[in-house]
């Protein structure tokens, strides 16, 4: 009954059946493990980012680039602010208020400038009631701590870009966005402090870039489900054409053809036989 499956035609079948599932199943658990790979990667930089806020302060210098192992670290420089540069970033929010951090530019030992984010205000920054409010940064030489952060780009969370910007504002804190706002270097990276002045509010520092479970992450574990959704349609496939061709093969062994039916209704049944009888025979 199941000679069919020796048939050219289901060798075919067989074949890409064979072939196909295992490859489903293969890529299936690979966006799987990928999924796994990156839930993996996101807990560990958890635990480095919890390490880093109970680590000890330590210089800036020590802890530049910014990795995700030291990114929210503790670091400590010295030097002067340059009052002349400080800036505001608008459209930040805290605790789901709208206001705008404050930055000053720190001109270390070294030559570059840190950029220190001294605290939040909320409000307006276009608002000169509000930006009145804004402390002056102490003079002098002064030690600043704060955590470590990365430098930001357009695609950083809470960061918005909404076209230029009027001077005395910036948009995004990064070296590229200040080189051309101030006339000396810039250090990739920039710190907020723990403890802001009055009225300020400190900003509590950031996940590392590429430390969280995002969009790809989930991509990859959508993609698990459609691989192992294909490897079953095409087992499902295979099992209604085998139990198709299985049934006809048993009616073909019964005498049954698709355009000959059996019973009385059928071609050579009686009732057929009794319409195609002469009037002489009938007589």
Known sequence: MYRFLLTPRWWGINVFAVLAIPVCLFMGSW?????ETRVDSHRDQQTQADEARTAKSAPLNELLPVTTETSGRQATATGRYDIGHQLLVPDRDLDSRKGFYVLTLLRTDGGK??????GWLPGDAASK????????PPSGE??????LQASESPSSKGVRTSGGLPQGQLGVISAASLVNLVPYGVYDAWITVSKAPAPLAAVPPTAAPNSGLDLKAF?????TGEWF?????VAFMWFRLFRREAEAARDLALGITPDQPAGPGGPDGPDDAQRKRSPTGAA
């Open 142 to 147: 002064v030690a600043v701590t704060g955590a």
């Open 31 to 35: 966006q799987l493990s990928r999924f």
């Open 129 to 136: 009631d509000d930006t009145a409010k804004v402390p002056a």
């Open 113 to 118: 400038a840190l950029p220190v984010v001294r």
């Open 219 to 223: 991509q990859n574990l959508g993609y």
């Open 229 to 233: 959704v294909f490897a079953g349609f």
